[in-house]
């Protein structure tokens, strides 16, 4: 499985950023979805996640009412909009395949993963 992330870029506080990751080498209706991120000197952490069908999402505390996770079944794409963003949403963010049977949020549970794309928020 392949992963492709893109949409990021600089963006200013209160500004919103929409990011689409691409898959390609799987069946990507089978797939749970997530999205980590990885600020610099700091561990990856878990963002947002969605079940194969769409119908299960998961946020983390951080992100939630702010970040929406969806998915297109038939465009093998998953996206991150990103709204209301702050100075700490400042990472690269990473999205990833999860081929177990329950959508997981630790990055153990991701089996694939993409080359992430990077989002700055200046104050």
């Given amino acids: 499985v392949q ?4 949409g990021g870029g600089l963006v200013q506080a209160g500004g919103s950023l929409r990011l689409s990751c691409a898959a390609s080498g799987g069946t990507f209706s089978t797939y749970h979805m997530g999205w980590f991120r990885q600020a610099p000197g700091k561990e990856r952490e878990f963002v ?22 969806s998915r297109d079944n038939a465009k093998n794409t998953v996206y991150l909009q ?42």
């Fill in 48 to 69: 947002a996640a969605i079940s194969r069908g769409g119908g299960i999402t998961y946020y983390a505390d951080s992100v939630k009412g702010r970040f929406t996770i």
């Fill in 3 to 6: 992963l492709q992330a893109s």
């Fill in 82 to 123: 990103m709204n209301s963003l702050k100075p700490e949403d400042t990472a690269v963010y990473y999205c990833a395949v999860d081929i177990g049977r329950r959508v997981g949020t630790a990055t153990s549970e991701y089996d694939y993963w993409g080359q992430g794309t990077l989002v700055t928020v200046s104050s």
